[in-house]
């Protein structure tokens, strides 16, 4: 072959080269190509055992807890691996000092060093969309999820035991009374303001004919603080969830006048919300964590399992307390400390399905009873009545639930078929009716509206 033909043969060779290599740096800047992104989902689908159009946009999610429980479901599906079976395999389950620190950790959220959303008193989750408990600056949030119903008590002091205070207190309004002449109001406490806990002491005192707002001291007090409160005898009363009531009984501080179970079967407890802007950025993902959740909720309501899920629990990685504080409690049995002993499942926390039906489905009807008992105790306008529903329909992703259960084959029994549970009743026989919240506040003696 002559130098010339060489030279050719030469120039060619680069220029092909050249022209692969450039290729090649075209397609690396312009990203893979289309037919590799189906492998990496299907490979994926496959490690978590799910359809490759279920894969979630983001494996990460940080939800914020607090050692009640409230909170077992997001405990269980962490520790169980439901997550990871959904393909959430980074989710963290972040202990909360107290409710205030959850709402500022919601407010800044998980890319500040906050949280995503997680568990939640109602209507926190309205009263954050709104600002009201956070500066005026509003924080869209998405309730998902009922994490259970039940699960909460209201404890006395050891001072009044014999009184007849009960479910029903003896001559309540006499009582009260002297304890004012004598200088020293009922001191009763909850965990965070204008949410449920709160909701639960108001209507146990107001259905015995005494005002929280005259008769009354409220505090507001974190949940761990409750027991040492009461031993200091800075406190009469105090509303949360266990295992704090039953602490004090099994360490002879005071007795437990009800079970909010008593108060008001199968009610609504706490709830699974999340900032919007992350729900709606991670459909799939928010999907694949409802469905982990139910799986959760299932285990968690499987009696045989309840002994696994106090160890779990109690242990110091989450809620840190003894477990015989939790046991009992977990399988609905209670020595109230005033020589009553209850010993009845239905009444003990309940995580998947209750006397009613579905505990893990939200309920508009059951935002629409938080947001009018709000404005009952004037903690909203009463105006905000007529455009409740409107804000639920905003806030109450019911729907995301429905499409999440579908996916998981929950079987349809187990799906609502209307986001309203109905007429609700309390144990002084006041009727809640969704379709007539108005009617609720007129029939109720004593309020602010």
């Known amino acids: 072959m002559s130098n010339f033909d060489n030279n050719i043969s030469r120039r060619r060779f680069i220029a092909t080269a050249g022209a692969t290599a450039l290729g090649s740096l075209l397609l690396k800047a312009c990203g893979n190509p289309p037919e590799d992104k189906p492998t990496t989902t299907t490979a994926t689908a496959a490690k978590a055992n799910i359809s490759p159009e279920q894969v979630p946009e983001t494996t990460k999610v940080k939800l914020g807890y607090l050692p009640i429980v409230e909170a077992a479901p997001l405990v269980i599906a962490k520790e169980k691996g439901f997550f990871a079976k959904y393909g959430m395999?980074?989710?963290?389950?972040?202990k909360q000092a107290n409710w205030g620190a959850?709402?500022?950790?919601?407010?800044?959220?998980?890319?500040?060093?906050?949280?995503?959303?997680?568990?939640?008193?109602?209507?926190?989750?309205?009263l954050i969309s709104e600002g009201i408990i956070t500066d005026n600056q509003k924080i869209p949030m998405y309730v998902l999820l009922q994490l259970n119903t039940q699960g909460n008590a209201i404890a006395i002091s050891g001072k009044?035991?014999?009184t007849g205070m009960g479910l029903k207190?003896?001559?309540?309004?006499?009582?009260?009374?002297?304890m004012k002449s004598e200088g020293s109001k009922f001191k009763a406490a909850y965990t965070f303001p204008k949410a449920n806990q709160e909701f639960w002491i108001r209507y146990w005192l107001a259905a015995n004919g005494i005002d929280p707002d005259v008769d009354t001291e409220l505090l507001t007090?974190?949940?761990a603080q409750t027991v040492a409160n009461m031993k200091t005898g800075t406190m009469d009363a105090f509303s949360t969830g266990d295992p704090w009531?039953?602490?004090?009984?099994?360490?002879?501080?005071?007795?437990?006048?009800?079970?909010?179970?008593?108060?008001?079967?199968?009610?609504?407890?706490?709830?699974?919300?999340?900032?919007?802007?992350?729900?709606?950025?991670?459909p799939k993902a928010t999907k694949a964590m409802l469905k982990a959740i139910m799986e959760a909720q299932q285990w968690c309501d499987n009696f045989e399992n309840r002994k696994e899920m106090v160890q779990i629990v109690s242990s110091r990685n989450y809620f840190d307390v003894p477990v015989d504080v939790l046991e009992a409690p977990m399988m609905g049995k209670y020595d109230m400390g005033d020589g009553r002993v209850i010993d009845d499942k239905s009444l003990a926390s309940l995580y998947w399905k209750d006397a009613k039906g579905s505990v893990s489905y939200p309920y508009q009807s059951h935002d629409l009873w938080f947001l009018t008992e709000s404005v009952r105790w004037g903690f909203l306008p009463k105006s905000s009545l007529a455009t409740a529903k409107d804000l639920i329909k905003k806030v109450n992703r019911e729907d995301l639930w429905r499409e999440a259960a579908k996916e998981a084959g929950i079987p349809a029994s187990d799906?609502?078929?209307?986001?309203?549970?109905?007429?609700?009743?309390?144990?002084?026989?006041?009727?809640?009716?969704?379709?007539?919240?108005?009617?609720y506040l007129d029939s109720l003696k004593i309020k602010k509206a």
């Open 89 to 94: 395999t980074d989710v963290d389950i972040s």
């Open 102 to 126: 959850a709402r500022d950790n919601v407010k800044i959220g998980s890319s500040a060093g906050g949280i995503d959303g997680g568990q939640w008193q109602m209507p926190m989750p309205y």
């Open 160 to 162: 009044h035991k014999g």
């Open 169 to 178: 207190i003896d001559n309540a309004k006499a009582a009260f009374d002297k």
């Open 221 to 223: 007090v974190p949940s």
């Open 245 to 282: 009531p039953y602490r004090i009984v099994k360490e002879k501080v005071g007795f437990l006048s009800m079970l909010t179970a008593e108060m008001w079967k199968a009610h609504p407890e706490e709830y699974l919300a999340m900032r919007s802007d992350w729900v709606d950025k991670n």
């Open 415 to 439: 799906i609502p078929t209307s986001t309203s549970r109905g007429i609700e009743e309390f144990f002084d026989g006041i009727k809640f009716d969704p379709e007539n919240p108005q009617a």
